[in-house]
C-alpha cells in the first residue's frame, strides 16, 4: 500500500511540475508583461505552482480514475493557456469569459485571423499532455489512489502557495485585485488560470449588479459631470446645424499612415492626406483609440455613447439590453433618420440587437449587398463595391440623416487579393505589416471614390463627414518590424503609447478647419460633433470632452487605465516625460491625471453595468424603445419588398 501510496503522488508531482515549467516558458516566449523587478520575476515563476497543485489535486479525488481526471486536467488548462496565447499575439491580451461569449457570438468569421495566429512549434504547449499519457499507460499503469489525504494535502499547499503569492503581489502593486484595469498586471502577479478564476468570480458580480443598482448610484455621476463639463466654443458652435451626418469607421487605421511614404516614394494614404490639408477639415493628429476588447464595436459604442467600452468583453455583446441615451436617438429628437451601413451580417458583434437600444432607424447589413466570392473577404464585402453598392440606400433616405459606414478590407491579417491591389508591400521581412500598407492603401482609394459619388450624388455640401480610425492594426507582437518602419532602433513604451494614435478628420465643406494639436480620445467626439451641430450635451452624462472647447482637457485614457498627455504618459503603471520618453522620478503630475482617469473608468463602468441610464433622462431628449426596431432585410417575411425598417421607423416617428 506504502509504495502504491508514493507512485500516485510521483504521478502527481510529475504532473505540476511538468505544466509549471511548460506554463513559464509560455510566460516567458509568449507574454509581453512588463516585468520591472526580481519580485515580480519571482512571482511570474511562482504563480503557476498554485493554480497546478489545485486542480490536479482536484484529480486525486476520483481514486482509481485520478490519472485519467489529470490527463484531462492537463489538456483543458494547456488549451487554456493556448489559447491565451493565440489571442495575445493579436490582441496583446488575455481571453475573457465575456470574449468567449463573444467568440461564440462571431463563430465562423474569424477563420483566416485564427490560423494566421497558429505556428507548428505549438504543439510545444502540449507536451506534457503527451508525456502524462505515455507515462500512465507504462510505468504507472497500475497505480491508483485509496484515500483522500493526498488531495488534502494538495490543496493545503495550493491555498497556502496562492495566498503567499498574493500578499507579495499586494505589497509590489496595492488594491490589485480592486483597482487594476490591466489584465496583464493579474497575469502577470497571479497567474493565467488565477486570472481566469477571478475572471469568472467578477462576472459572477457584474450580473448582480443591475438587480442592485438604484436611481440613487445616479447622484454622484451626475454631480461629476456637472462639475466636469466643457462648454462649447462659440466660434463653432452650431457651425454645422442641420446638415447631414456621415460616420465612417476606418478599420484597423493608425495615425502613422498620415502622410507616410514607401520607400519608392508613394503615399500610403493620398486622399487622407489630402484631407489633412483640406481647408474645410479638422484634423485631430493627437487623438487615440480607447477600445478594449471588443475592438471596432468597442469603438463605435465610444463615437456614439461618449462612454467607456467595459474592461473585460464588449457592451455590444454583453450590455446590448441596456438603456442608452446614444447619437441616433439624440438626433431622432432633432428630426434626424438613422442607418448603419456594413458589408458584414447583422448578427456579427450582435448588432442586430444592440442597434437597436442605440436607435438605428435602419440597419443595411450583408442581406443588402452582393456578396459575390469575388468581392467578399474574410470579414465581409471589400471596401470599393461596399461604398459604391451603398449610395443608392443613401440617397433614399430622408434627410437630414445620421448615417454610419463601417469599412473591412483593411483588416487583420491585412492579406489582399492580387487584383485589388497593385501597391507595394511593405519590406520589413514581417507579413502582417508589409501586407498592411496595401489594405490601407486600398481603404483609401475606396474612401476617395465614396466622396467623388457623394458629390455626383448631390449630398456632399451639406453633409459632415467624420472619418475615425477604430483601433490600433498592428500590436505590440510586431515591434521589431515596426521600428524598422518608423527608423527608430526599438520601440520603447512612449513610442508604443504614441503608436495608439487614430486618425479623426471631420470634414464640413464651407466651415474653416484646420491641423488640430490638442489631445483627446474617442469618448470625446460625441460632444463635439453635437456641439458643431448646435446641440448642447451639457444635460448628458457623458465623459468625453468637446475638442474644440476652450476647457478641453488635453489627455486621454487608456481602458486599461494608463494615458497620454503632452508632459507625461503613464504605460503600465510607471510615467514618462512625452518629449524625452525618460522615466520620471517625480511622478506629481501623472498621480494627479492618474486619479481623474481611475475615477472616469468607474463611473462609466458604474452606468454600464449597473445600467443607470434608466434612472436618468436629459432635459428635451425623448426615450426610445428598442422593441419598436425590427430588422427585416431587403425582403419580409412573405418575400415583399420592403424596406429595411420601415415598420419601426414609421412607429418612432409619431413618438
Known amino acids: ?227 466636469n463639463y466643457d462648454a462649447p466654443n462659440p466660434e463653432y458652435f452650431g457651425k454645422a446645424k442641420g446638415m447631414n451626418v456621415i460616420y465612417i469607421s476606418m478599420e484597423s487605421t493608425q495615425s502613422f499612415l498620415i502622410d507616410y511614404k514607401m520607400p519608392d516614394g508613394q503615399e500610403v494614404t493620398p486622399f487622407l492626406n489630402s484631407l489633412v490639408r483640406d481647408k474645410n477639415t479638422f484634423y485631430f493628429e493627437n487623438l487615440f483609440h480607447q477600445t478594449g476588447q471588443g475592438k471596432t464595436s468597442d469603438a463605435e459604442f465610444l463615437m456614439e455613447n461618449s462612454l467607456y467600452p467595459m474592461a473585460q468583453g464588449a457592451v455590444f455583446v454583453n450590455k446590448a439590453q441596456n438603456t442608452y441615451h446614444a447619437l441616433p436617438a439624440i438626433l431622432k429628437g432633432h428630426g434626424y433618420t438613422s442607418a448603419v451601413f456594413h458589408g458584414n451580417y447583422k448578427t456579427f458583434w450582435n448588432r442586430n440587437v444592440m442597434y437597436k437600444a442605440l436607435g438605428y432607424d435602419y440597419f443595411f447589413d450583408a442581406e443588402y449587398y452582393n456578396m459575390t466570392d469575388e468581392h467578399v473577404k474574410n470579414y465581409g464585402l471589400k471596401d470599393i463595391p461596399f461604398f459604391e453598392e451603398s449610395i443608392p440606400m443613401l440617397k433614399s433616405l430622408k434627410q437630414p440623416f445620421y448615417t454610419k459606414f463601417i469599412t473591412l478590407s483593411n483588416h487583420f491579417p491585412f492579406e489582399m487579393d492580387p487584383e485589388d491591389t497593385d501597391f507595394p508591400a511593405g519590406d520589413t521581412g514581417n507579413k502582417v505589416v508589409d501586407q498592411y500598407f496595401q489594405a490601407a492603401h486600398y481603404m483609401d482609394q475606396a474612401l476617395q ?64 478647419g484646420g491641423v488640430q494639436k490638442q489631445f483627446g480620445g474617442q469618448v470625446d467626439v460625441r460632444p463635439t460633433v453635437l456641439h458643431l451641430l448646435g446641440i448642447d450635451t451639457k444635460d448628458y452624462l457623458e465623459f468625453g470632452s468637446d475638442l474644440l472647447s476652450k476647457n478641453h482637457r488635453n489627455w486621454a485614457l487608456f481602458r486599461n487605465g494608463d494615458f497620454v498627455s503632452p508632459e507625461v504618459i ?71 419588398k420592403t424596406s429595411d425598417s420601415k415598420k419601426e421607423t414609421e412607429t418612432t416617428n409619431t413618438n
Open 1 to 227: 500500500m506504502k509504495k502504491i501510496s508514493k507512485s500516485h503522488i510521483s504521478f502527481f508531482i510529475i504532473a505540476v511540475i511538468l505544466f509549471w515549467i511548460k506554463t513559464y516558458a509560455a510566460y516567458q516566449i509568449e507574454f509581453n508583461l512588463g516585468i520591472d523587478n526580481n519580485l515580480q520575476e519571482f512571482l511570474l515563476f511562482i504563480n503557476p505552482l498554485s493554480s497546478a497543485l489545485f486542480f490536479f489535486g482536484i484529480a486525486l479525488l476520483f481514486k482509481k480514475r485520478a490519472k485519467l481526471t489529470m490527463i484531462i486536467t492537463n489538456f483543458l488548462l494547456s488549451f487554456l493557456l493556448y489559447a491565451n496565447i493565440a489571442y495575445y499575439r493579436f490582441f496583446n491580451d488575455f481571453i475573457t469569459v465575456p470574449v468567449l461569449m463573444q467568440t461564440k457570438t462571431n463563430a465562423g468569421q474569424l477563420g483566416d485571423s485564427a490560423l494566421s495566429l497558429m505556428s507548428p512549434f505549438d504543439i510545444f504547449y502540449f507536451t506534457d499532455f503527451f508525456v502524462l499519457i505515455w507515462l500512465a499507460l507504462t510505468i504507472f499503469k497500475n497505480v491508483t489512489v485509496n484515500n483522500r489525504k493526498s488531495f488534502k494535502i494538495a490543496l493545503l499547499f495550493a491555498i497556502t502557495i496562492f495566498f503567499f503569492n498574493l500578499g507579495l503581489a499586494e505589497k509590489d502593486r496595492p488594491q490589485l485585485l480592486t483597482r487594476s484595469f490591466d489584465r496583464n498586471y493579474l497575469v502577470k502577479y497571479l497567474g493565467a488560470y488565477n486570472f481566469t478564476i477571478y475572471d469568472v468570480i467578477q462576472n459572477i458580480r457584474s450580473s448582480s449588479q443591475r438587480a442592485l443598482a438604484n436611481s440613487s448610484d445616479v447622484t454622484e455621476i451626475e454631480n461629476y459631470r456637472k462639475a
Open 449 to 512: 471614390q465614396f466622396f467623388n459619388d457623394l458629390k455626383e450624388a448631390g449630398l456632399y455640401e451639406n453633409t459632415m463627414i467624420v472619418l475615425y480610425g477604430d483601433h490600433y492594426g498592428i500590436s505590440e507582437n510586431h515591434n521589431e518590424a515596426m521600428a524598422k518602419v518608423l527608423g527608430v532602433e526599438e520601440i520603447t513604451p512612449v513610442i508604443s503609447a504614441n503608436l495608439q494614435r487614430v486618425p479623426l478628420f471631420i470634414h464640413i465643406p464651407g466651415v474653416e
Open 570 to 640: 503613464q504605460v503600465k503603471g510607471n510615467c514618462y516625460d512625452s518629449h524625452t520618453g525618460d522615466l520620471l522620478e517625480d511622478t506629481t503630475v501623472c498621480k494627479n491625471i492618474a486619479e481623474s482617469v481611475n475615477t472616469e473608468l468607474q463611473m462609466s463602468d458604474e452606468i454600464v453595468y449597473k445600467d443607470l441610464l434608466r434612472f436618468y433622462k436629459p432635459a428635451g431628449f425623448t426615450p426610445i424603445n428598442p422593441n419598436d426596431y425590427e430588422y427585416l432585410g431587403p425582403k419580409s417575411s412573405k418575400g415583399d
